[in-house]
């Protein structure tokens, strides 16, 4: 009867080898272990250290283990043993701090010192040599699976340690940020555990929640980060370093808003990440651009008259009384005069210019100010409290 034609792209040819190629090959396994784990502590040099403790543990039981299932699937006819052991291999190469490509090499120097040991027996038992070319596919294909396994329990323990990592991290921002501030004892040993050098200096870069999507998945790869209340606030540590503006803003775009914080030491964060929130308060209010990254320096008159609400408000209404007095439509075009004569600093011509009006119209302007404000506004106090309360009102153009 003739036997049908193999699969060309069979995954576990070892079904097709016969009992006597097991016979020839399970006496070879103590010494074949051994002399492939002296192979691999030559060839591949970040195994080249002594079988000791749980890396001793690991190559030994991994080989052994590895030839065992080898015979054990070939008597089987089937699929090789599910064993956790190479996934685990995978994951021990992650918390060692190696990459997979070490363990493969492995698997490879393994793989060739099998065959020339087994492929020797075979001859010596008097294997036909269809039978070795069919051991030496069952060989490969069989290490293809240990690094299949392995490359999985990597790509896992990977998957964790960053999810680890994202966690302590989080924890971190958390500190930083609490108010009033965390033991400084406690931030260190949680950013020795997230691995996060504590800088000289960060700025805090705060977003509405709701941008998140877009913003967070483009902020520097050392950025921590954490939601505070309805915004999401990344710690940027070194916020002078070259290249830093540019990304926020390619991270923010132009139809989002994003604030940055004063740069301050660590134990500051709570109060770089109050003056970025502050930043956005203004945007929303409409006293600070809609879009973009504002920076909170470029906002620090605002923030000042905003520190106290309620003292600023009294302000305006003791200096800019005069103009209570008016209708509404007199008193928008008083209050817009009174804005540019005193950042033009009297100039005639330049308030204008600002006001896209004639100069006489000015001139009858200015002397109705006067009639209203009277000697305050050759006061140079009272000029600048004038300024003050305009700057609340938002009318100040500067």
């Known amino acids: ?27 070879q396994l103590p010494d074949l272990a051994r002399e492939i784990i002296a192979a691999i502590r030559v060839e591949v040099p970040a195994y080249a250290r ?20 080898f015979i054990d699937g070939i008597e089987a006819g089937g699929p090789m043993p599910r064993s956790r ?8 190469e992650v ?45 490969f294909a069989y290490i293809d699976e240990l690094s299949a396994k392995s490359a999985e329990g990597y790509a896992l323990e990977q998957s964790a340690a960053a999810g680890e990592l994202r966690a302590q991290r989080q924890r971190l921002a958390r500190l930083l940020l ?25 700025a805090a870069f705060a ?29 940027l540590p070194d916020p002078a370093r070259e290249g830093l503006r540019t990304q926020l803003q390619h991270a923010v775009g132009p139809r989002h808003v994003a604030a940055l914080g004063p740069a301050v030491a660590w134990g500051d964060s709570a ?41 600023a408000q009294e302000l305006v209404r003791a200096r800019l009384a005069p103009l209570a007095r008016l209708a509404a439509g007199p008193r928008a075009r008083m209050t817009a005069t ?15 210019e600002r006001l896209h009006v004639h100069p006489q119209t000015v001139r009858y302007r200015l002397s109705r100010l006067r009639e209203l404000f009277g000697e305050q506004l050759d006061d140079p106090q009272r000029r600048f409290e004038l300024e003050l309360a305009l700057r609340v009102e938002g009318a100040f153009d500067a």
């Open 338 to 352: 009174l804005a540019a004569w005193l950042a033009e600093q009297g100039r005639l011509q330049a308030v204008a």
């Open 207 to 235: 977003f509405p929640e709701a941008q998140s999507e877009r913003i967070a998945p483009r902020l520097p790869a050392d950025a921590i980060v954490d939601t505070v209340g309805d915004v999401v606030c990344a710690l």
């Open 95 to 139: 918390r060692a701090g190696r990459g997979l490509d070490v363990l493969l090499a492995a698997y490879r120097v393994g793989a060739r010192v099998a065959w020339r040991r087994f492929s020797a027996a075979g001859v010596a038992a008097g294997l036909e040599p269809q039978t070795l070319y069919l051991l030496a596919e069952s060989i």
């Open 85 to 92: 052991v190479y996934v685990d291999l995978g994951r021990g």
């Open 271 to 311: 109060l770089s990440l109050a003056r970025a929130r502050a930043v956005l308060e203004l945007s929303a209010e409409g006293a600070a651009p809609p879009h973009g990254v504002l920076d909170s320096a470029d906002h620090a008159t605002a923030l000042l008259l905003r520190s106290d609400r309620r003292l």
């Open 50 to 69: 002594p079988l000791e403790g749980p890396f001793g543990r690991g190559l030994v039981v991994g080989v052994e283990e590895a030839l065992r299932q």
């Open 1 to 27: 009867m003739v036997e049908p034609a193999p699969d060309l792209f069979d995954p576990r040819p070892w079904r097709r080898l016969p009992a006597d190629a097991v016979a020839a090959m399970r006496p």
């Open 178 to 202: 609490r108010d009033p501030p965390a033991d400084p004892l406690d931030v260190e040993e949680v950013a020795r555990a997230a691995r996060w050098r504590l800088p000289a200096a960060l």
